[in-house]
């Protein structure tokens, strides 16, 4: 597709998504948002701007390919319940240290491993969907 | 305790996850191998830890017992943890020199781990909606590992499977529909707490009856066990092999757990069931080996026929036939798997695994003769090895409670079994190679060295295959030479299961 | 509303074993679907139905007696997502049996007829 307004709209647009995920993934454990709907909304905007540019120049806009931040996802799951046994607790348990940041957009940051565990399905949900995309247009080009 | 129950499925979690991001297939090996010695040490931790402390459970998140996830470990599946991770070291070394490259490329590996994951976490958990989840989690990575490769009779077997899957996965969620309504809990320990005073109502017998039918098609039990013929001999061995030792044996763990927690109160109906189902289940299985020609289909309609014998313990439902049937999965899933991985070092000396088109393999691999005999024998049952064990303690039970229909047909489809033994036996490794006889002109035979079976200079086994093998024969012949802790361990196990109170203890009212 | 609620579920259910039972994969693969949000619709029929009423705490923190039950909700997000993505991974298998074999009857696809590597399929 070669469309002059979608391209101008892409390269606004796209950033802010990415913003707004994850302005979605630090509010989201006690208000509507999270770690999926995050990694959703940055994965659609990569596929915004996938549509503008070509698939093929949207994923090398990424640091990693997909697969490797599905890895990276599942790794920050997963250890995101270690400090808990640590601690003597069920792995998992959700601790909070005594800390606030300010962030300007989503108030102040309280965090805890909980935010690592969202962190993590962020990065899957990411990884994932990202993944799908590759997939598929490499089946397109090559059939 | 909290770190032991979480660690089988910690490991293969993180190991999938570093497999992914390792590009090296050297490495990959070597990291493949490892966390699956790493998991067999955590379930053996684990069952250690069992047998000394009891029954032990950790709320997940610390959210307490009914609302939250709980894992919990009894004796029977800490052992069958153990067992799976064993099976899944011992088959992970087998596969190094199994599995192609390109099945590598493609993540076999990490799958491999997440099944590993899935199984572990079926048998540890104690929450009826998250046994959904691993079960799905086990049958997506099943699922794609089945399809790896797509030739074409791969994704035809695949599609059965995954459809018959995917429906008793969805008659699992009716189910879970139908007990949550009834009794406002998917917690198993509480379900089973307030299921227990009162006969079962119309919902609640529908759910049990569902619930028979959805772990039933994942066991491979009578009318519903198409998928798994048409499917285990497509997949390269190793895959084949896990799958053997693994899958239906969750869904027959699933069976004794709900039918020994859950639904215990109308016995003499819902366990009749399951009696008739076994007994139909050994038959139809064995009869159907009775008419396959290649090896891996025939031990896979073996696999349908031995998982009768082990719901006809769960259907007896006294002590003893349960301990009879936790002896009879561990010895079944070390001799089956043995079984799936000669197959393949058969097909990888011969080039196919037809018997019609193999033989004289006793002569050039006396060796794997003499491997395939011990856990061929001991799945028919021949005294001194494991097999004549369970089913001797089973049959037992069986003349003890005079059910004599059953005892006959367990009897005879013990000799059915041997019989297909003996087939697989004479005409792979006894009688003369076909080309000799002249029966198969050379270019019938995929073989790619067409003068090999004339000439012994045979393509010989990886020390991998044999390292595998061995393991499992030494494995087989010390459960024959020493039954008896196994023994003792089975009936620990059958004795949680039969006084339920003490798991609902453990779970409702553990102090974390 | 339980009662129309129910039928519909009957009639879902009804709907979905008949395409299960049909020879093209196709439509077996869309009573799958179809008996999924069966499943789906029965688990938050079987909860009971709260109408109007969301599941969320007030503003205090407090809750009021006539609230909806959220773990029904829950579960049928994840059955919903698991569906998603088993469904997802059987398209794209039948896309590839359709390319590979040419047909979609169930009765052609045995997959005995190729196992002997030599023999042309049919």
Known sequence: MNSLLLQVCARITSPLQIILSLILLLRGHNEPGGGFIGGLVAAAGIILYGFAFGFHRALCLLPLPPISFIAIGLLLAAFSGIPALLAGQPYLTGLWPNLSIPTFLAGNLKPGTPLFFDLGVYFSVFGTVLLMLETSTKNENSP | MNLLLVLPIFLPLVSAAILLLIPSAKLQRWIHIAACLAHFAASALLLCEVLRKGITASQLGNWPAPFGITFVADTFSAMMVLITGLMGFLVAIYSLDDVSSEHQKRGFYSLYQVLLMGVSGAFLTGDLFNLFVWFEVMLMSSFVLLALGCSRHQLSGGVKYLVLNFLSSSLFLTALGLIYSVTGTLNMADAANILKSSPLGISSMSAAMLLMVSFGIKAGLFPLFAWLPASYHTPPVSVSAIFAALLTKVGVYALVRVFTLIFTIQVDFTHDILIGISLITMLTGVLGAAAQYETRKILSFHIISQIGYMTLGLGFFTEAALAATVFYIIHHIVVKTNLFLIAGAISKLKGTAELKKIGGLYAESPWLALLFLIPAMSLGGIPPLSGFFAKFALVKEGVSLHAWLSVFVALAVGILTLYSMTKIWAEAFWKASPNENGDFGLGDAPDPTPTSSTTPSLPSLPASFWAAITAMAAVTLAISSWPQWLFDLSERAAAELSTPSHYIQAVLHSKQ | ?122
């Open chain 3, 1 to 122: 509303m339980e009662n129309l609620l129910a039928i519909t579920i009957g009639a879902i259910y009804a709907f979905s074993f008949y395409l299960l039972l049909r020879r093209s994969l196709v439509k077996v693969i869309l009573g799958v679907l179809l008996f999924g949000q069966g499943v789906n619709l029965l688990i938050f029929t079987a909860a009971g139905l709260t109408p109007d009423r969301g599941a969320f705490l007030k503003e205090d923190g407090s809750l009021q007696p006539p609230y909806a039950d959220p773990l029904p909700q829950a579960l049928i997000l994840t059955a919903i997502v698991i569906g998603f993505g088993v469904l997802a991974f059987t398209l794209a298998m039948m896309h590839r049996l359709h390319r590979e074999t040419g047909t979609d009857d169930l009765d052609e696809l045995r997959s005995d007829e190729f196992d002997d590597p030599d023999k042309p399929a049919p």
